[in-house]
């Protein structure tokens, strides 16, 4: 039994309300759950009660075992005393008190919920499959499907829109700065992530936009602080990056950052995602929209921004793959899928906290057309959601399905999911 299924129950009203009573002994009758509350403070807000005779207004509080409010030192918390019900699986002891003093009444349920609801809820958290809901999936209705990847959208959003949030507390609210942090650790894409997000915070963007107009400075900043700038030249233009690089150090008296070649990975890259090569497409990117948060806010249609956006780095990594290393054929340029990904993972996320910033919903709207826009990703997640009818037909889709599979299916939060509490409550009576 888990915390979830309790407050599943209690939602959706799934148990037998006939004679209902109070530990104590008290008749209740539910005239409103409530709506359930993702914040911190009681499960549910707003119920209406009737307990006695008497209605009752206030919040719900859910929770497996009676002893658990006293765990959780909601009896010390003021925010507890407009709790009206105490609902939980199993009861044990004399009720609870508030931290007023008064006394919580309390309701049991495991004596009210059917079995076969019990044994619809077990083997659906209890399957193997990685979509516990895979055998069902066809037979839901679309409406409770669509309704779910909406709101893990919303979700998955706003997660990530904290992030922004994070670089601006530290940027003294500097939209420009937190986004440029924020894009160069999308520009890690995974495995340099973490070394790129160290780059950001150790090379301010306000030194990067002193030189914008020098591609070969931005090259010998972003790369001499990223630690590839270290040990004797290489080749010619090896050497003349660490010439730069000394001299701007010296003028803007940059602190190492700390970051050595080893820090960056190279293995299980093809020579297009080297750290090299996304190091240079950034500072072109840079060199080419030094204010990219403005123009981010100002360009409302997707296909001019990606326009001003897509990048192919300079001759010398259109030609090398690494320092000395030349390539075969010409490198490309800052491909349409990794584009895509940037805007998902970084422009769509600060479009969203600068909404929420400004009270302003039509930026949120516009990440939302962005995702729209633009194709569905492909990855093992997706195939997974294919395999079982469920296609996406834009990034919009794809985003909310990974969301889905992260945080709801591999979890096994099917009670708490639209689609798995319509499977568990079927044919309840």
């Known amino acids: 039994m888990d915390e979830m299924f309790v407050q599943y129950l209690w939602q959706y009203q799934q148990f037998d309300h006939r004679n209902l ?8 009758s539910i005239l409103a759950p409530g709506t359930q509350n993702m914040d911190s403070g009681p499960d549910f807000s707003g119920a209406r009660l009737r307990i006695d005779g008497l209605m009752w207004n206030g919040n719900v509080e859910i929770h497996i075992k009676s002893a658990d409010w006293y765990h959780h030192k909601h009896n010390q918390d003021p925010a507890y005393n407009n709790v009206i019900l105490h609902v939980v699986w199993q009861n044990k002891g ?5 931290e007023d003093g008064t006394k919580t009444p309390t309701l049991e349920l495991r004596n009210l919920v059917s079995e076969d609801l019990l044994l619809r809820y077990d083997k659906l958290v209890g399957s193997d499959h990685t979509i516990p809901c895979s055998a069902q999936f066809e037979s839901i209705d679309k409406v409770y499907v669509l309704s779910m990847l909406d709101r893990v959208l919303a979700g998955r959003l706003e997660r990530k829109s904290n992030r922004v949030n994070i670089e601006l507390n530290h940027t003294s609210h500097d939209w420009e700065e937190s986004t440029y942090r924020v894009l160069a650790e999308n520009f890690g894409f995974n495995k340099n992530a973490e070394s790129m997000i160290r780059l950001a915070h150790n090379l301010p963007l306000r030194i990067l936009k002193k030189h914008a107009n020098r591609m070969d400075q931005l090259e010998a900043l972003l790369f001499g602080m990223a630690g590839f700038l270290h040990g004797d030249p290489i080749d ?11 001299f701007l150090q010296t003028k803007f008296k940059l602190n190492d950052a700390g970051l050595r070649r080893v820090n960056w990975k190279f293995s ?5 995602n080297f750290p090299t090569i996304r190091l240079a497409q950034f500072a072109l990117l840079i060199h080419k929209t030094p204010n990219l948060f403005s123009d981010l806010i100002r360009e409302d249609n997707l296909g001019s921004f990606l326009k001003n956006v897509r990048v ?3 001759k010398y990594w259109i030609d090398h793959f690494d320092f000395g290393k030349k390539a075969k054929k010409p490198m490309p340029g800052l491909g ?4 895509e990904n940037v805007v998902i993972n970084t422009f769509a996320p600060v479009l969203v906290a600068y909404s929420k910033s400004r009270d302003e919903q039509v930026f949120t709207d516009r990440a939302l057309q962005y995702l729209q826009l633009l194709k569905p990703e492909y990855n093992r997640i997706i195939k997974k959601w294919e395999a079982v009818g469920l296609v996406p037909l834009n990034a919009f889709d794809s985003q909310a399905m990974i969301e ?3 945080e709801f299916c591999l979890k096994k939060k099917c009670a708490v999911c639209n689609i798995g509490s319509v499977i568990i409550g079927r044919s309840f009576k």
């Open 312 to 314: 192919v780095q300079s």
């Open 236 to 246: 010619e233009y090896h050497d003349f990056l660490q010439k730069e690089y000394h």
């Open 94 to 98: 004399d009720g609870v008190s508030r």
């Open 268 to 272: 299980k890259l093809r020579p297009p």
């Open 404 to 406: 889905l599979n992260n």
């Open 21 to 28: 009573k109070t530990m104590d002994g008290r008749e209740v």
């Open 336 to 339: 349409i899928s990794s584009l």
